[in-house]
């Protein structure tokens, strides 16, 4: 991790009025949220992934699909936001505009406090059945099953699943909030999963400056104004001590 690219990171930032940051599961990943792929340890490695997130999977094993859930639901009540939700968080009241658009479905930018949330794949905490979202409320954890609405249907998670369309109007706000930004912060995502990882690219043809706070070098990170190669719980902290100096 370079200081001296941090230190222009925050500069850059504090020129901006209009902020957006995406986030993937690497900032999740330091709260101890195993990614999907590493969540399916035990009884669940014996599955593909489509068997446990797809409509078919869900159609064909909805008890299966819906434990799978349930697991991960449950393992939330373990684990906090980390340094990089908080710090990601306290940005929000720094510009005029600021949103975080995120593919994690784990909800753990809102419980840092973030306000300005765009959940592009959904979020494990939330449930729909034919016609309409159900909150965490109505669904207890720890079902067998996924409960029967009155309307006759099957009550889902309200994730996006393989092969499935991102909600139009989610994806809506998201492009717009990309090409509308003057410094897009990408944080902690492997930039390859569609169409989320063209957002930075939008964002970039429409002039902003993008930062990319990554492990690993990315597909993004050629086309990145700045790239601090460091876990985004430890890159957060220095960034925002820098911020608030400049
Ligand atoms: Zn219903």
Known sequence: ?????????AALMRS???????????VSKESGIPTFRD????????????????PEG???????VWQWYDMRRQNLANVQPNAAHIAISALESEFSEF???????????????????????GNITTFYCFDRLHPASEIPTGLKQPPVCHCGSLIRPAVVWFGEALDRSVWRSASQTAIGCE???VVGTSALVQPAASLPFDAKQKGAKIIEINPEQTPLT??????IQAPAAIAFPLLMQYFRQS
């Not at 991790?1 to 990171?9: F, G, R, S, T, Y």
């Not at 869900?58 to 299966?64: M, S």
């Not at 949103?99 to 794949?121: F, I």
């Open 99 to 121: 949103a975080v658009l995120t593919q994690n479905v784990d909800g753990l930018h809102q419980r840092a406090g973030s306000k300005h949330v765009v959940e592009l794949h």
């Open 222 to 227: 050629r086309r990145a104004d700045l790239f």
């Open 58 to 64: 869900f159609k064909n094993n909805p008890e299966l």
């Open 1 to 9: 991790m370079n200081e001296i690219d941090i230190e222009k990171a």
């Open 39 to 54: 969540a399916q340890t035990g009884l669940w490695a014996k599955y593909d992934p489509q068997q446990l997130a797809s």
């Open 16 to 26: 901006a009025s209009n902020m957006a940051v995406l986030t993937g599961a690497g």
């Open 183 to 185: 410094v897009m912060l």
